[in-house]
């Protein structure tokens, strides 16, 4: 490995030498000729201070060395687009900076270019990268669902915009996007102004998900002069693209297409002859029910166009594929599609479409219940003839977002103690299960305010199969007839918010506190009649509440007990006596 280091350092040195030789020997070449500044590279002989032995180190010639040693650094290492923009922000303030100081002798230049080479080549070290991870799929550029078909006319500018894209989880680097010309304006409808139309892409980043498509893609574009000799239709425009992939530089094509308003003689002049190739597009889709989760039957209809002007494309055959589903580390899995039509076909044939005719598919199908919570593709592959049977294929695809259930239970329910007076504390204890496959958000538990007070709590996050645990204490603010409702609330990851009620046994009676004078303890429990015991019930009862303890309600219902067993033991005397009176 640290050989492999310090062959690396050596490469990278050789380039760097032969990039400075070069700029030297251009320099110097015959006399005449310098490096340029500004991006030239040339120089005007009268730079040059030929009246001295020793070669001057012209404002020019140290522009174009520190261009020579950034572009130098940009061929060893790779640089995000971030980091690229500011290395060249360091080398362009240095020109400048000459530029703006043209009093500095020619020592003084030297001195400044190593200092700034010094400069890039220290961020180089630090911000570039000489290993990068490769992904090992073997799809990898494609062009965002985004991008809409310009429309061109005659005689006029067009601007062409393609959003790149990168559908593997690790980035590339050094994508050159190169149009396809065609001195044919009947391929390219196009004037041909320069020798080279090429784009690069210095780092294309990598996706996890489609869900950060978009905010990776990479957009080039192009401003091409349109003929005047087109004739209206839709051309095919293609780019060759080559990439570097684990050091390895490969290749692949892009397709995009323009609509071109033709002039009005080259339309006259082409009547009667094919004006462009026909083609069918997907326009869009809608399902039925518009949310489908995983295990639902439902409707799709798409929407295809004959987006030809003047051919009517018949024997049309649209098959639709699903694109099979992946394990849990991305792997496609053979045989398995996420969409089968419940019919047991996935054809559907039309008879034909008139130029520019619009029409709907309809067929039905089942998501798999196994299926996560993501989009899944479906690929819309359409087989057809023109009216001279010449014979055409074309593939669409849409992307149809499959949602889980969201599913959870309680365990049972533990309140302690389960009966309390207004103003005192209860335990409320359980748990929540997530039961779905999908993830639970922001989970969180309330009670009816109207009976209690207080014992909010917040879950959190809860993944499938994952449980919460509800240990929280209540105040007792009003009496109520046995039940107290707890609100239990989550969001999906949508955000949307589902809220669900669970009853909870809690008996809450309203606390009573009276005088105590109301009572005297001397008074005569035996003596007291039936009036008398019904008020010393009500006594030790309000003196039981007032306390508001547990052992005083005890003690209350022992000494009733006790009072009627001496009731009881006192007419049983009476009436042994009364016998004996009549013996």
Known sequence: MERGRVMKRKIRNLIMLAGTAASLLLADLSGTYGLGGNGSGIVMADELDESEDVFEYTIAYAKAKLDNYCTNLKTIYIFTVENTAKLNTICNDAKRFLDSNPTMDSSERMGYVSQIMGQMDTFAGKYGMEEIPRASTSEYIGLYDNWSVPTAVYGKSCQVVLPVINYCEEYLSEVVVTPVLSVDSKV?????????????????????????????????????????????????????????????????????????QGSPEADRD?????????????????????????????????????????????????????????????????GVAPFLPTSGSSTIFQDSIAPGGNMDLQIEMTARADLAQKPYVLNVNMNYEDAKANPYTQTANVSIPIYQESKYDLSSVDVMPNSCGTGEESNIMFSIYNTGKTTLYNVQVKFDQNYVSGGDVFVGKLDSGATGSVDTMVSAIAPNDGIVTAYISYEDESGNVTTVEKEIELYIYEMSYEDPGMFDPGMDVDTMGDAGTEEKSSLWIYIAAGAGGAVIIAVVIIVIVLK???????LKELEDSSSDEIL
Request: charged share 25%.
């Open 188 to 260: 390219w409808p196009f004037e041909i102004e320069q020798t080279d139309y090429s784009r690069i892409i210095l780092s294309l980043a990598g996706n996890e998900n489609t869900d950060t498509l978009y905010d990776h893609r990479q957009e080039v574009s192009w401003v091409f002069q349109t003929r005047d000799d087109v004739v209206t239709g839709y051309y095919e425009m293609k780019f060759n693209v080559r990439y570097d992939r684990n050091n390895k530089m490969e290749t692949t094509e892009l397709t995009a297409y323009v609509y071109v």
């Open 564 to 570: 009627r067993k001496k009731k009881k033991k006192m």
């Open 270 to 334: 082409s009547e009667g002859g094919k004006t462009s190739t026909p083609r069918i597009i997907v326009t869009g889709f809608e399902t039925n029910p518009e949310k489908v989760f995983a295990g639902d039957t439902f409707t799709l209809t798409l929407h295809v166009q004959n987006t030809s002007a003047d051919t009517t494309v018949s024997n049309i055959l649209f098959d639709l594929e699903a694109a099979s589903s992946t394990d849990g580390q991305g792997n496609a899995v053979a």
